[in-house]
């Protein structure tokens, strides 16, 4: 390597150590994740607001967990559905033909609604910043912006549309200010520490406009539904091709299914899921589901659930992915930019272009030049001088007309005269 390229080869190692430095700044300056109702991608798995932890309880519970973001003909095959919508507004009455449907298709079929008024980033600034008092100065600001800029985001969101809403299922005034749960009363109350637990709410919901006749409040407190279940008859039918009509078959078994309906995910959201009583409340939902294989964890947006009648093709997948997901696509695009200053430091020659300089086999310049480099690797000064003085002894010619027939032997530096020339003589 020549002298030239250490420098060069030193700054693309210290361009390199930037980058990675300010990488380190730019992980640590990562605002709260605050995706909402999402198990998978991109924000889903550390957002506070993610689904990730419940599914996961639901696989350690033995049930296969798949995610779609579609009503469409294969999650008609589902034993179980977990709807978090990311939406204010009711589910449309679309979606409750299309959810009703399939749960009066089969026995035991089970469906969790979660309501979305709620955000996580509220109680968990409100945790966080009592803790940071040991900080610095500058870092207790910047958590105080950072938390009402997420409390007013999310006031933002809610304030669109204050006004009552309604749906088959239940009707929801937004109304009331926000208040702790402090009681439970109903079924599943049992075994809850209310006192420990941290459920909120902001509205206030009861019964929707279409009255069901098997409708039972499973949670509440001091009149405020939590949860509550509404009952589905399951019943064989029969078309009778006279009449061009569907009649039930009464001959055969009667069974039911459910759609439970919990007004927001103040305990089951991943932030909230830390506590020990919201993880209690979450295996009352998972057990009964409880003997079904497939659960199905349905996304939606502010638009709602698309309902399609068909399925579409599968998404091929992209190596180009893998830049969606922390912190992997940090570290490559660092390797990537550091690859490019390498190949710019090591290979390119910058100015203008001029002829190489031709080696002559004929210039004896070479031959002295490689020999020094040879004897510089020895690294024995006063082997390198005798190696010299036998050269000019014999190139001279001093002793060749008496040792005619000897073969010449090397000379030290005592057996030259004047212990040699001057060059040769110790410093």
């Known amino acids: 390597m020549t002298h030239f390229a250490k420098p060069r080869i030193a700054v693309c190692w210290l361009v390199a150590l930037v980058l990675l430095a300010l990488g380190g700044c730019m992980a640590q300056d990562e605002e709260l994740n605050r995706a909402y109702g999402q198990r998978r991608g991109l924000d889903a798995r550390d957002s506070v607001n993610g689904t990730a932890v419940f599914a996961e309880m639901f696989e350690r519970a033995g049930h296969r967990v798949v995610t779609k973001q579609k009503l469409t003909p294969s999650a008609r095959d589902a034993d179980a559905i977990v709807w978090v919508p990311n939406d204010f507004a009711p589910p449309s009455p679309e979606a409750i033909a299309w959810l009703e449907d399939w749960l009066q298709e089969e026995d035991g079929r089970v469906l969790i609604y979660v309501g979305r008024d709620f955000d996580a980033a509220i109680p968990y600034w409100e945790k966080a910043l009592p803790k940071a008092k040991q900080r610095p100065a500058p870092v207790r600001q910047e958590m105080r912006l950072r938390a009402q800029f997420d409390k007013t985001a999310f006031g933002n969101q809610r304030t669109q549309n204050m006004s ?36 909120e709410l902001y509205g206030k919901r009861s019964e929707g406009s279409f009255g069901y006749a098997d409708r039972d409040v499973l949670l509440s407190s001091d009149g405020d539904v939590l949860v509550d279940r509404i009952e589905f008859e399951v019943a064989e039918y029969y078309y009778d091709r006279y009449d061009d009509e569907w009649y039930v078959d009464e001959s055969a078994p009667v069974g039911s299914s459910e759609a439970i309906l919990v007004t927001n995910g103040s305990f089951l959201l991943n932030e909230p899921l830390i506590n020990h009583e919201h993880r209690k409340l979450a295996g009352k939902l998972i057990n009964r589901c409880a003997g079904q294989d497939t659960v199905v964890f349905l996304e939606s947006g502010p638009d709602g659930v698309p309902i399609l009648d068909r399925d579409p093709p599968p998404e091929v997948p992209s190596s180009l992915a893998i830049f969606k997901v922390w912190p992997l696509n940090i570290i490559l695009v660092h390797l990537a930019v550091v690859g490019v200053v390498f190949c710019f430091a090591r290979w390119p020659i910058f100015g203008r272009p001029r002829k190489a300089k031709q080696r002559r086999l004929t210039d004896f310049g070479h031959h002295v030049a490689a020999l020094g480099a040879m004897l510089e690797q020895t690294q024995d000064r006063g082997y390198v001088r005798a190696q010299l003085a036998a050269y000019r002894h014999a190139d001279h010619g001093d002793a060749a007309a008496g040792n005619q027939g000897q073969e010449p032997r090397q000379l030290g530096r005592d057996e030259l005269p004047g212990g040699g020339p001057p060059a040769l003589r110790s410093e």
């Open 164 to 199: 009552p809403r309604e749906c088959a299922w239940y009707a929801y005034d937004p109304g009331h200010p926000r208040r702790q749960v402090t009681t439970l009363d109903g079924p599943w109350s049992q075994g809850i520490d209310a006192t420990k637990a941290e459920i």
